[in-house]
């Protein structure tokens, strides 16, 4: 029967029953829902509410010198004021703070790093498009309260990985390293439900996301894997390829976890002191690890996401994720730029049926 099905709670028991502190990590994400759910209800209020409101005149910066929005100040406030009160954490790093935040002593515990970012996506919220909350826990086994260094660890360290995303209905998508399992908010139990145990990304995929206004910043393995998909079956793809872009990297996550396809936000050329837009700690390396618990693959175009060595808890990282055959071949393809042996793409524009040839001009 419906109320039969596990609740996060149930299914974080039995997952966790016997890792090293499986109840202290259950806690921890019983607290990371609960955050979930008050935000949930505070996005869906969009402009009724209090402080969701624009208010232009008091706008701030975040550490990114990127306008926050009322919304990204109160719901980091939300994240942490759910986590902090618990003694399940040793320190927080969000989105929107500069430095990590501190719990007072009373407060700090030994054993976990909570990294997050509370809004997702909130350049749509004034446009009522689905937002997100991304988080990470890492494991912290020093007495000493963490600085830093202590959160610059690779993403295959992470003990758990999630997001939420608000849109028609609030999802809960995590992994504690078992698989990747998707809740649903009952609103009128106020629980999450288990509704999509065990996610799997299908193999093959015609489906990918890029911000195509970039296109010519990227680098030639990305213009050559994206020109392929464009050409469709009139190229060697052999088949028509679809392209989103919701510009919210939980959508587009969650669209590839229920359907398959391959995200990019590559590097590229438009600022080259910014080795790509997406944060390494609580974006790259959560979603990363969300996508291979399915099967899929996170890569930095280069090489496996999870392996990469933090240098800062703010840093940048190129980010190619989801089917791992699609993933697979843009990682062959800046292998093959890199020896030498790529054949670069050439518009359909320049083939040698069009007037615009090279030699003709
Ligand atoms: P915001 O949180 O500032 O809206 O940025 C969202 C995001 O970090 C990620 O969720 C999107 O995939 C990406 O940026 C969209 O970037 P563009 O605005 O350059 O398309």
Not at 145 to 154: C, F, N, S, V
Not at 212 to 228: A, D, K, L
Not at 266 to 284: F, I, N, S
């Amino acid at each position: 029967m419906f109320y039969q099905r596990p609740t996060l709670s149930k299914f974080l028991i039995e997952h966790l029953r016997d890792a090293p502190d499986g109840p202290d990590l259950s806690a921890l994400l019983i607290d990371v829902a609960a955050a979930v759910k008050t935000i949930a209800a505070v996005v869906a209020k969009g402009q009724l509410h209090v402080r969701g409101a624009a208010a232009p005149d008091r706008a701030t910066t975040n550490v990114h010198g990127e306008v926050q929005k009322p919304l990204d100040v109160l719901t980091n406030e939300i994240v942490i004021g759910h986590c902090e009160w618990g003694g399940l954490v040793a320190g927080m790093v969000s989105e929107e703070l500069e430095a990590p935040y501190e719990l007072p002593d009373g407060l700090r515990a030994r054993r976990h790093l909570l990294v997050f970012d509370p809004l997702d996506g909130s350049s749509n919220i004034d446009v009522n498009v689905s937002v997100g909350t991304i988080f990470s826990v890492l494991r912290h086994d020093r007495d000493e309260a963490p600085g830093a260094r202590d959160y610059l660890q690779p993403g295959r360290r992470q003990i758990a990985a999630g997001y939420a995303i608000y849109g028609p209905t609030t999802m809960l998508v995590l992994s504690v390293g078992r698989g990747t399992h998707g809740f649903t908010l009952d609103r009128e139990i106020g629980n999450f439900i288990l509704t999509h145990p065990d996610l799997r990304i299908p193999e093959t995929t015609s489906e990918f996301a890029i911000n195509t206004s970039n296109e010519r910043f990227w680098e030639p393995p990305v213009q050559r894997y994206v020109g392929e998909c464009k050409e469709g079956r009139s190229g060697i793809r052999d088949r028509d390829f679809n392209m989103r872009w919701i510009a919210s990297m939980v959508a587009e996550v969650h669209r590839i976890l229920m359907r398959g396809g391959v995200f990019l936000y590559p590097r590229d050329t438009k600022d080259p002191r910014k080795p790509g837009r997406l944060r390494l700690l609580y974006e790259a390396n959560p979603m990363s690890m969300l996508i291979e618990q399915a099967g899929g693959r996170g890569s930095t175009g280069r090489g496996p996401l999870l392996d990469v060595v933090p240098e800062s808890i703010h840093q940048r990282i190129p980010v190619v994720l989801g089917t791992r055959e699609e993933v697979e071949r843009i990682e062959r393809y800046h292998r093959e730029h890199e020896d030498g042996t790529d054949r670069p793409f050439v518009s359909p524009l320049f083939n040698e049926r069009s007037l615009f040839r090279p030699e003709a001009l």
